[in-house]
């Protein structure tokens, strides 16, 4: 089943019917929000706000694990991630898309893992019989693999709708995460991009990571909301990211429901082999 996680300003999706709201209580505490079960031609989809509605959790206060556990326990198998970001590339202009293909992690104060070794917490209620469970359970270190840690049957499929579309997108990118939630200065923005990132934001990490534990499929959708600090010469606010990701909500609707109608049942890639052989 898809998880849809919604960024800044998109609370809701129109064109699907909603079956329930599903409040999700697990042992890394209280996700985000309840969860919106839904259904779009057939196909069960849930969504999730990442900072709650009423954009209650800033970026580093967001309990990622929770979100993400929520999903598995709702049986959420593939998450796509929408989100707002600053565009350090030059080619970049507000209003593009990118699909990511890589990150940058320069997060510090939040949970990065499921598997804390002799500190892991465990869920009794999981009823799945794979290898997250046995890892879990049995209290090991995993280091996941995360040298593509974006799925890349879904990126490719995320493509072919933006370009069928005729949507300005980038079908790569590097997403360099700060901790927030303060914006950058002039100076880390110059910094990354020398290290070679495209975009900044605050949250797809640890969301992506957390999820690849999961053994989940995901691809991220990041919407340039501003130019990144300094680039531009004028002062950033949180109006021109919100105002942005509004006059962009209709897009993200329409490329979400083909998402949704068109991914298919078996994904060509292998996301769901990160387990294999990661335990110590
Ligand atoms: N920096 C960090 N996060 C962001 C930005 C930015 O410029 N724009 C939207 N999210």
Same mark, same amino acid.
């Given at each position: 089943m898809i998880g849809i996680l919604g960024g800044s300003g998109l609370y809701d999706i129109d064109g699907i019917t909603v079956l329930e709201e599903k409040r999700v209580m697990t042992p890394y505490g209280e996700p985000s929000d309840s969860y919106i079960v839904a259904e779009y031609k057939g196909r069960k989809v849930v969504f999730l706000p990442r900072h709650g509605r009423r954009h209650k959790y800033p970026p580093h206060l967001i309990n990622y694990r929770a979100n993400l556990w929520g999903f598995r326990k709702l049986g959420v198998d593939r998450i796509l991630s929408i989100s707002a970001v600053g565009g350090i590339n030059p080619l970049l202009r507000p209003g593009d898309f990118v699909i990511s293909d890589q990150f940058i992690d320069f997060t510090?104060?939040?949970? *990065? !893992?499921?598997?804390? =070794? *002799?500190y892991t917490i465990k869920d009794e209620e999981d009823t799945k019989n794979d290898l997250v469970k046995e890892y879990l359970s049995s209290d090991r270190v995993v280091h996941i693999d *995360? !040298?593509?840690?974006?799925c890349p049957a879904m990126r490719r499929l995320l493509s072919d709708i933006f370009s069928e579309k005729g949507y300005r997108y980038h079908s790569k990118g590097t997403y360099a995460a700060t901790e927030g939630p303060r914006l950058e200065t002039s100076a880390e923005i110059k910094a990354l991009s020398i290290l070679g990132a495209d975009v900044v934001g605050m949250t797809l990490v640890p969301e992506v990571v957390l999820a690849r534990e999961l053994s989940m499929h995901f691809a991220s959708v990041s919407v340039v909301t501003n130019l990144a600090?300094?680039?531009? =010469?004028e002062r950033l606010t949180s109006d021109e990211v919100i105002q942005m990701m509004h006059q962009k909500t209709e897009d993200i609707k329409s490329v979400v429901l083909s998402f949704i109608e068109r991914l298919p049942e078996k994904l060509e890639c292998s996301c769901e082999d990160v387990l294999n052989g990661a335990a110590i």
């Open positions: 510090k104060v939040r949970p *990065v !893992t499921f598997y804390e =070794g *002799v *995360v !040298t593509q840690p974006f600090a300094g680039i531009s =010469g």
